[in-house]
């Protein structure tokens, strides 16, 4: 089994920053891809960043220059750093582990998402 805790979420006003930390843990043999994506009230599930083991990112056209994602691999954590926040980008944060177990099965695990409200 697989775990995944989010954390780091919260109140911050416009132009503030916030770091999101993901942590998997469990039956891991290695992970693949990581990201974040988010979901504002009453809209999809959107992308936001993703970074693959190797270390080679993708971020949504939104988030670039604003939005830093990077990776622990030897703590199974992915990280997001968001600079300069617009209130657009109010939604719940969700990251995403493409695991390989210790069963040499290929799963894909969520978070159970972290709350971000840039407001004044």
């Known amino acids: 089994q697989v775990q995944v805790v989010e954390s780091g979420g919260g109140l911050v006003q416009p132009g503030g920053s916030l770091k999101l930390s993901c942590t998997a843990s469990?039956?891991?043999?290695?992970?693949?891809?990581m990201g974040w994506y988010r979901q504002a009230p009453g809209k999809q599930r959107d992308l936001v960043a993703t970074?693959?083991?190797?270390?080679?990112?993708n971020y949504a056209d939104s988030v670039k220059g604003r939005f830093t994602i990077s990776r622990d691999n030897a703590k199974n954590t992915v990280y997001l750093q968001m600079d300069s926040l617009k209130p657009e980008d109010t939604a719940v944060y969700y990251c995403?582990?493409?695991?390989?177990?210790?069963?040499?099965?290929?799963?894909?695990?969520w978070g159970q998402g972290t709350l971000v409200t840039v407001s004044s």
């Open positions: 995403r582990h493409d695991v390989v177990t210790t069963g040499f099965n290929y799963a894909q695990f």
């Open positions: 469990g039956n891991i043999l290695q992970i693949n891809l």
């Open positions: 970074m693959t083991r190797a270390g080679s990112s």
